[in-house]
């Protein structure tokens, strides 16, 4: 089964804005099983919303709109679609009560162009919104003898999100085959692209059933794994046999096979390892602390740590000794060393961090290039260093070199 | 004149992947004078590629298609757009000649189906691709006696942008009608969107050949101005008159006018007064220190500073007195003061920073909800506190806590 995501709205064709209501729907119709085959996103021009409708419907199942379903001039969603249909609007005299009542009962008079907001193309089932003032519709009917589900949903995502999922998941199940989909993403940390594939793709290909996406990113390889069957526990043993064999293959650079990012999976070690954190920043400049204090509950096993962006700094918060710097440089394995042992000390941590590089685009040299950064990390059982030399412009490497930190402090908890 | 973009992959159509090509090449067309009427993102197939460019034919003069012009059988953009055209494809030797160059070179075999990206539509200029092996295409001609010019571009960004900026703009601009785009950003700090609206409407309303756009988000506000006129001069003129009146209006709630952001404008005001900050987080958990560090070159004036997640470190890294916070709690405007002198002194710096308070979703209480936030700012002429009640979630109000030190910052330098 096809579906197509038609977006409204002009805002949307400007380049400071973008349709993002279509990753969350295709998410929730690959969950059903059913396929996202062509996007649209028209402005709000009657004939453009028509034609694209007119388009879809000769090709897709299933037609999700989202957007022009407010009270202004320029919201034509009910329009263009009636008129793809080739069906009339009707006022629905119910809705308009409760429109009416909604303003009086805040002591404001109704304006006229609100009424638009209670047409309902014929033969539509109401969608009910408790969280704005514009309901959604269903349709479905036959359209050149072809089975078709269309949706009106409302732009925003707070209205848009409850909506799809309380009035129209279930609409959409019951007419679709009996099969069930099951999905897992695995994480990894530690290893390229390239290196990652290679791996895996022998073990993946053994699987045509299951569709697998690699994504990569500074760091961190994701793989989403998806297969449907006719039955639950046949379709979640495929997928997790599959996952088994791929962690079997790469071992402890699977970091997550259920989503948790990395900083997640680092706060949950720590917790239940009963360790505390703290860090010492200096080329990442708070990257570091701000994702792991981007966690709810952090506070519990990271106490925090120093910035020492400044050569002072590195003495004054972490204890590196000057002379240590005036010989090796601030970039360099034993500043990364003498930052993450200084900074455990002073804060009192289990495992203390530190990073020192070159994130650029100035201040590299031939023997200290940007990109290179020394990652150090302090324990009980002693201090630890990897040095790496990571591509990109400042931003990706700042985060390389985070995600590397991150890494770290995971294996040592493992 | 109106531009349609059509992005082809079978990736774009799944939940973790989104076009972002259209986004740069609508700026690019606006800054030409051509609006963008319509979008649409299909996959990789055949019949679905020449439904969306005879669809776009009808009512675009500018058709932009952007991938699926690499070597595999997936890769059907020249058939789909031939197909819509009515035109053959036909091998261009010249083309087929490097590529089968470019292989050997390497000492490998040329596969039978890197032929097909030699493959051009009938009449179609070939443009050269210096940064991947897909040539692009250029169109023109007329379709039901309109005048429509289309472009096949690659997918990849950094193949797609190269070849736009040297490859289309001159032979766009020299269809285009004889007009000049002038373009400003204002962005705003301190205030609320309707806030801002109701003051600045009544004065782009006076405007009504500027299109203005507003945007919201998190502690900033940006306007997009944009209008054209006849000759460069005029348009700049009438955009700049509107940017005067717009700055007198807000003052120095405006931070920026040429679309700096707010830890640019703070680098600079630093920089230009010769003057260092250093910052304590504690709620914001290093977000601040991490976008000060973002720009190249802060280290000149931005010394570093401390994570004080816990009690013990506010007292450790900025001498936070232990009495203090045990009297008016960790989060207090008393603390935040505290935080701010303290790091002050003991960094060195001109101007400390402090933050402490209620990030969540847990932690909040009657007395002191999530959301509030207090920031202190010391000097050399005292210290100011700002107490705040952020609405959203952590990642929201951690956002606006570091937006309202930053502008706190930046008005003091001013």
């Known amino acids: 089964m096809r579906a197509e995501i038609i977006a409204i709205g002009s805002e949307l064709l400007t380049p400071f804005r973008q349709d993002t209501n279509s990753l969350y729907l295709t998410e929730q119709l690959n969950q059903?099983?059913?396929?996202?085959?062509?996007?649209?996103?028209?402005?709000?021009?009657r004939e453009h919303i028509a034609a694209a409708a007119r388009l879809a419907l000769t090709r897709s199942d299933v037609i999700i709109f989202t957007g022009g379903l407010g009270p202004t001039e320029d919201d034509l969603t009910r329009e263009g679609v009636a008129e793809a249909l080739q069906l009339h609007l009707r006022s629905d005299p119910k809705i308009l009560a409760e429109i009416k009542q909604r303003f009086e009962s805040r002591g404001w008079k109704m304006h006229a162009n609100n009424a638009k907001q209670a047409d309902v193309i014929a033969g539509a089932t109401v969608l009910p919104n408790p969280n704005g003032t514009a309901p959604g519709q269903w349709v479905s009917g036959k359209y050149d003898g072809r089975d078709r589900m269309i949706m009106l949903l409302p732009g925003p995502p707070h209205e848009m999100k409850p909506m799809f999922e309380?009035?129209?998941?279930?609409?959409?199940?019951?007419?679709?085959?009996?099969?069930?989909?099951?999905?897992?993403?695995l994480k990894i940390a530690g290893m390229g692209e390239s290196q990652c594939d290679g791996r895996v793709a022998p073990i993946y290909k053994r699987f045509p059933d299951v569709q697998t996406t690699i994504l990569a990113g500074p760091g961190e390889i994701q793989l989403h794994l998806r297969t449907h069957a006719p039955w639950a526990q046949q379709a979640q043993d495929r997928v997790d046999t599959l996952v088994d064999a791929i962690e079997e293959e790469l071992g402890d650079?699977?970091?997550?096979?259920?989503?948790?990012?990395?900083?997640?999976?680092?706060?949950y070690y720590l917790q239940m390892r009963g360790k505390t954190l703290a860090v010492a920043e200096s080329c990442t400049g708070g990257l570091l602390a701000e994702r792991l204090t981007s966690i709810s509950g952090s506070s519990r096993h990271f106490l925090g740590g120093a910035i020492v962006y400044s050569n002072e700094l590195?003495?004054?918060?972490?204890?590196?000794?000057?002379?240590?710097?005036?010989?090796?440089?601030?970039?360099?394995?034993?500043?990364?060393?003498?930052l993450a042992e200084g900074i455990r000390k002073r804060c009192g941590a289990?495992?203390?961090?530190?990073?020192?590089?070159?994130?650029g685009p100035t201040g590299g040299s031939a023997e200290k290039p940007v990109g290179l950064v020394f990652h150090g990390i302090a324990a009980e059982d002693g201090t630890e260093v990897v040095e790496r030399n990571f591509p990109g412009d400042r931003q990706r490497i700042r985060w390389f070199a985070a995600q590397q930190a991150l890494d770290m402090v995971r294996r040592k908890l493992m």
């Open 253 to 267: 650079c699977v970091f997550s096979d259920n989503g948790d990012s990395l900083e997640q999976i680092v706060s």
């Open 314 to 338: 590195k003495t004054k918060f972490a204890d590196v000794p000057e002379k240590m710097i005036q010989e090796h440089g601030a970039v360099s394995k034993e500043v990364a060393a003498a």
């Open 350 to 359: 289990t495992i203390g961090v530190g990073i020192t590089g070159v994130a």
């Open 32 to 45: 059903l099983g059913v396929e996202v085959s062509c996007k649209a996103i028209v402005g709000d021009q």
């Open 166 to 185: 309380t009035q129209c998941i279930e609409r959409l199940r019951v007419k679709l085959p009996a099969q069930h989909i099951a999905t897992r993403t």
